[in-house]
């Protein structure tokens, strides 16, 4: 059983178009991470946040920590190819160890 | 981009030997980690250092073994490998002293176990 659980699992998308990455949980955490991997390399980090009801915005990114501090979100506006790859969420429980969820595979066709 | 390296990338072994994988990092972190990733469960914490020679075990460290023995370098042995440890393995490294709570990941290692 995941931790964190990612929603949804698969999304295909075309060029233009928004989409929204969910990720919750039942624990509180001290931060959530975003990173996003494509095929044979690692996770790269995009966010973190750490202050409940937090929104930072990347550019078309924008990341929402629920006030709770349970719960995250992943807004992207006017998706480009380049922003296909898989997006995962982790989360910190105050010991410095993340649990991740199983990820969120994205495609942006051209 | 964090300065850490993996080796080997890849590997194939039988069933049975003995792996050893290599993290090395160059940015002077004190936390390392190792994670295996495998489909549909995302990553998962196999062990993690908080400083040479201290460390400790994740959700999936039966099998495993790991040792820091310098700053800068974390080895993840398998004792025998077996067929279920076939995976994709990712070192990881951060530095919460300085108030991060970012972890940066390495290439990755695929190791096949047949």
């Known amino acids: 059983t995941q931790l964190l659980e990612q929603s949804p699992q698969f999304l295909s998308i075309q060029e233009g178009e928004n989409l929204t990455v969910y990720c919750n949980s039942s624990s509180v955490f001290s931060s959530l991470q975003w990173y996003r991997q494509e095929p044979g390399e690692g996770p790269v980090l995009l966010v973190t946040?750490?202050?409940?009801?937090e929104v930072k915005k990347l550019k078309r990114l924008t990341f929402q920590f629920g006030d709770a501090r349970k719960d995250s979100s992943l807004h992207i506006t006017a998706a480009q190819t380049g922003d296909t790859g898989l997006y995962l969420c982790?989360?910190?429980?105050?010991?410095?160890?993340?649990?991740f969820g199983a990820g969120t595979t994205v495609t942006v066709r051209a | 981009d964090a300065g850490i390296t993996q080796s080997p990338r890849h590997k194939v072994t039988e069933t049975g030997t003995p792996v050893t994988l290599r993290c090395h990092q160059t940015?002077?972190?004190?936390?390392m980690y190792w994670y295996r990733q495998d489909p549909g469960h995302g990553l998962r914490l196999i062990h993690y250092?908080?400083?040479?020679?201290?460390?400790d075990k994740g959700e999936v460290s039966d099998g495993y073994s790991v040792s820091r023995s310098k700053t800068e370098d974390f080895l993840l042995t398998l004792e025998s490998a077996t067929s279920s440890q076939t995976s994709v393995y990712f070192c990881?490294?951060?530095?919460?002293?300085?108030?991060?709570?970012?972890?940066?990941f390495g290439p990755g290692t695929r190791l096949t176990v047949t």
């Open positions: 946040v750490v202050t409940g009801g």
């Open positions: 990881a490294i951060s530095e919460p002293d300085t108030g991060g709570y970012e972890q940066y």
């Open positions: 250092s908080y400083g040479v020679k201290d460390t």
């Open positions: 982790a989360g910190d429980e105050y010991d410095y160890k993340l649990s």
């Open positions: 940015e002077n972190h004190r936390y």
